[in-house]
Nanobody, 127 residues
């Protein structure tokens, strides 16, 4: 059974940084794509960043490009989202997701592609 457990959310002032972690277990994830999505109140869930485990290819939403960095630690199947220069509009519940059904060179940005989801962690950025 695949389990994804996020941690690292919290409250931070605008311009600050947070580091989210996603601990993945239950499978060998070497052929998986891992993604981070977020959902703000009253809004749809949106893609933030993704990484293909096998080759480290990454893909970012335009809104976070240059500020957020996604990385993976193969030793214990942990995916990290380093978030810098945070803005109030980054406030949302952040979800880790995983899929084996990503057939392209870059990570999918479509939520429907991802089969496994964590419970989410709240990120709040104050102005």
């Amino acid at each position: 059974q695949v389990q994804l457990v996020e941690s690292g959310g919290g409250l931070v002032q605008a311009g600050g940084s947070l580091r989210l972690s996603c601990a993945a277990s239950g499978r060998t994830f070497s052929r998986y794509t891992m993604g981070w999505f977020r959902q703000a109140p009253g809004k749809e869930r949106e893609f933030v960043a993704g990484i293909r485990w096998i080759n480290g290819n990454t893909y970012y939403a335009n809104s976070v490009k240059g500020r957020f960095t996604i990385s993976r630690d193969g030793a214990d199947y942990t995916v990290v989202l380093q978030m810098n220069s945070l803005k109030p509009e980054d406030t949302a519940v952040y979800y880790c997701a995983a899929t084996e059904r990503n057939y392209f060179a870059v990570p999918s940005s479509t939520a429907a592609t991802y089969d496994y989801w964590g419970q989410g962690t709240q990120v709040t950025v104050s102005s």
